[in-house]
């Protein structure tokens, strides 16, 4: 696990409570706009960033996310660009863990090689590959690990007891839980059926847990983060920030780690 990701999730534990992990996209609604949310998120509570590489095929993800990678690329945002946006974010913060998600198709447009090296050299701490199975990620995953960039994977409500020793074996960093089936900021899950996931996973493995999809208020990240280390949201963070603004955004991110520290 990268240093960043380590000591924050052992920072949370130390204050008995679970990271609140936040995502924007890179370039929405434009290049200043981003990097200057993604400066002042932590500032609002936010213990871990995910930074989303606009492509335009998201596929696992609902209209909010959808709408921002296209408002995105239509501004003119590239990878090159959100590699930069990671370096003026560590000119101000050497210590808030970063992870990159996206999908593979413009990292391998990109240069996979190039990209980890990049990305490494930015200030990176992971990468969460949305479209990359464990099982199938025979290139990405061993240099990103070569160079000490975690590999994120993701577990859902439909992987069974026979993939899962597959996907933990293959992780680092912590393991994204789908909290329901479907895309991203669209349905609620079954609290009860989350925990009793996180249960089973716990027995076969020590990495970090952080539930996302589905999670937008302050009372239903609350909910997750009694159980889970911690708490993904995106689309409710998203959709704040396209409607209202940045005030908006870190409105409601302040709300989510106040409910999340109760």
Do not use: W
């Amino acid at each position: 696990m990268s240093n960043r990701l380590q000591q924050r999730f052992a920072a949370c534990a130390k204050q008995n409570r679970a990271a609140l992990v936040t995502y924007i996209c890179a370039g929405d609604p434009g290049y200043d706009a981003s990097l200057s949310l993604l400066q002042q998120l932590p500032g609002a509570g936010a213990d871990i960033i995910e930074l989303g590489m606009p492509f335009s095929d998201p596929m696992a993800d609902g209209p909010t996310i959808q709408a921002a990678a296209v408002r995105a690329l239509d501004n003119g945002q590239t990878q090159r660009k959100t590699l930069e946006m990671v370096r003026a974010f560590r000119t101000t913060d050497q210590t808030t863990p970063l992870v990159l998600m996206g999908y593979y198709n413009p990292i391998h447009r990109y240069g996979a090689e190039a990209f980890l090296n990049e990305a490494h050299a930015a200030g990176v701490d992971g990468l969460l590959i949305v479209d990359l199975p464990a099982e199938h990620d025979n290139e990405l995953g061993p240099m990103a690990r070569d160079l000490g960039l975690d590999m994120i994977r993701m577990a859902s409500p439909t992987t069974d007891a026979k993939r899962l020793p597959r996907v933990l074996a293959n992780a680092s960093g912590f393991l994204y839980y789908v909290s329901l089936n479907g895309v991203t900021g669209v349905g609620q899950a079954d609290n009860a059926v989350v925990d009793a996931a996180l249960a089973a996973i716990r027995q076969q493995s020590e990495l970090p847990i952080c539930v996302g999809f589905g999670v937008r208020t302050p009372e239903q990240a609350a909910a997750f983060a009694r159980t889970a280390t911690g708490v993904v949201v995106g689309s409710a963070l998203v959709e704040a920030m396209f409607k209202g603004g940045e005030a908006a955004a870190l409105e409601l991110t302040r709300g989510l780690a106040g409910a999340m520290r109760r």
